[in-house]
């Protein structure tokens, strides 16, 4: 599975931006996919995540604010950033829980995105 991310850029402080993460490969296998971010200088972190059955979960600091979703046939994941804060600005990158089940075997792992910059700055 490879995860591919967009959307990021320069915004200033309330207003808004859209990642997506597209993802080729196994998409069979694809569960639970995720946003993490990472600013400079600290660990990544969890932002959203969302179920196979669209369940999702956010990080306390952007709840209200970001909304993520996922089409299933198109096999994209999307992040909707609003009212957007200079301390969002980080690396962004799309996660996804990967198992795929062969007659041979069972294979479970992470799949990660390349990162996408986000900066919010007036």
């Known amino acids: 599975v490879q995860l591919q991310a967009s959307g990021g850029g320069l915004v200033q402080p309330g207003e808004s931006l859209r990642l997506t993460c597209t993802a080729s490969?196994?998409?069979?296998?694809?569960?639970?996919m995720a946003w993490y971010r990472q600013a400079a200088g600290k660990q990544r972190e969890l932002v959203a995540s969302?179920?196979?059955?669209?369940?999702?979960n956010y990080a306390d600091s952007v709840k209200g604010r970001f909304a993520i979703s996922r089409d299933n046939a198109k096999n994209t994941m999307s992040l909707q950033m609003n009212s957007l804060k200079p301390e969002d600005t980080a690396v962004y990158f799309c996660?996804?829980?990967?198992?795929?089940?062969?007659?041979?075997?069972?294979?479970?792992?992470?799949?990660w995105g390349q990162g996408t910059q986000v900066t919010v700055s007036s």
């Open positions: 490969g196994s998409t069979s296998g694809i569960r639970t």
């Open positions: 969302i179920s196979k059955d669209r369940s999702t």
């Open positions: 996660n996804a829980d990967v198992v795929i089940i062969t007659p041979a075997t069972t294979e479970a792992f992470y799949a």
